[in-house]
């Protein structure tokens, strides 16, 4: 009697929900096609991240590049954000902030001592920030080779004891 | 106690709080599924291919049990399923605040970053689940469409 309502419930919520999804305009897949870590453990990577995008990499990976020097690091946070706290050595270029007209050349003299096939590894606040993920499309327009973006962002960072940088003028 | 638990008119109140709750709960991640999924994917509990069904049927589930448990129709079958979704839910929440997962619970709409309010959803969770409790210890079958 209560096993059938309960099929009942659920039958009627599959049908309803088949039908929503097939007439909605927001439609999305049945089956979620998620992408993994370019390292292959760990979480996955968010939904907005689609075929073609840079690949996420996991904090290990960040901080072997970081302790080795092989690769840029560049913050996509604001200002603000950088000043209280980025990882040491990252150039910010707040993706927030982003001039609507050249952007290329903007971003090309933020870059202009780095190559455009070094490995550059962008971040934002946190996994679920998309900053990074819209700046690493932009650089990958603009001819950037080596992308790779880190997953977590600053909080990764921080959770993992791993050193600051600090400018001056925080007022947190 | 017993007569605490059966009392028609706290059967009844509480029949309303929680459908009430279930309906607008569902009711704005029936329409923007994509949202739900990424609140789904915060909590980095359900395997990646099962994301999206969980998004699509949760809400319905939620839904329709929230207008049978009001209406009173597949009554014991709505309850049952009721305090189900609201074990699973605690089970999410207590999980995201013991990892220290920084979210919002997308109880009510899609769950974003936010300075931690999982807290907070889990102990309003805790009254819902008082709430839900009753509801299937009792025995008071007063305006409902189920004979």
Same mark, same amino acid.
């Given at each position: ?48 991240? #689609?075929?073609? $995008? ?24 604001? #200002? ?9 050595? #990252? ?25 455009? $096939? ?22 990958? $327009? ?31 | ?10 059967? =009844? ?11 607008? %709960?569902?009711?704005?991640?029936? =329409?923007?599924?994509? %949202?739900? %999924? ?16 969980? %998004? ?5 589930? /939620? ?11 597949? *009554? ?21 605040? *013991? ?8 109880? =009510? ?10 807290? /907070? ?17 009792? @025995?008071? @079958?007063?305006?409902?469409?189920? @004979?």
């Amino acid at each position: 009697m209560v096993g059938k309502q309960v099929l009942v419930i659920l039958l009627l919520s599959f049908v309803l929900g088949t039908a929503t999804n097939l007439l909605s305009p927001n439609s999305i897949p049945f089956i979620g096609q998620y992408r993994e870590l370019s390292s292959g453990d760990g979480p996955i990577v968010p939904p907005t991240a #689609s075929e073609g $995008d840079p690949p996420f990499i996991a904090i290990d990976v960040a901080e072997m590049e970081f302790s080795l020097k092989s690769a840029v690091f560049i913050d996509a946070r604001d #200002s603000e954000e950088f000043i209280c706290g980025t990882i040491p050595g #990252s150039i910010n270029i707040p993706f927030d902030y982003l001039p609507e007209e050249n952007t290329q050349q903007y971003v090309d003299s933020m870059l202009q001592s780095i190559s455009k $096939d070094a490995h550059i590894i962008v971040f934002c606040s946190g996994e679920e920030c998309d900053l990074s993920l819209h700046m690493a499309r932009n650089l990958q $327009d603009f001819g950037y080779t080596n992308l790779s973006i880190l997953f977590g962002g600053a909080r990764e960072w921080v959770n993992f004891e791993l050193e600051l940088e600090r400018g001056e003028g925080c007022e947190e | 106690m017993r007569r605490i638990i059966d009392n028609d008119y706290l059967t =009844f109140l509480f029949r309303i709080i929680v459908g009430v709750v279930f309906i607008y %709960a569902a009711y704005s991640k029936i =329409f923007e599924p994509a %949202a739900f %999924a990424k609140g789904i994917w915060f909590y980095h509990m359900v395997p990646g291919n099962l994301i999206n069904m969980l %998004a699509l049927y949760l809400p319905w589930v /939620e839904l329709v049990c929230g207008v049978f448990l009001i209406a009173g129709y597949q *009554y014991r079958g709505s309850v049952i399923l009721i305090n189900l979704m609201m074990i699973m839910f605690m089970i999410a929440l207590s999980s995201a605040v *013991y990892r220290g997962i920084s979210i919002d619970c997308g109880c =009510f709409k899609a769950a974003k970053a936010t300075e931690s309010s999982a807290m /907070e959803a889990l102990i309003r969770d805790v009254g819902l689940l008082i709430m839900t409790l009753q509801l299937y210890f009792s @025995k008071s @079958k007063k305006c409902m469409l189920d @004979k």
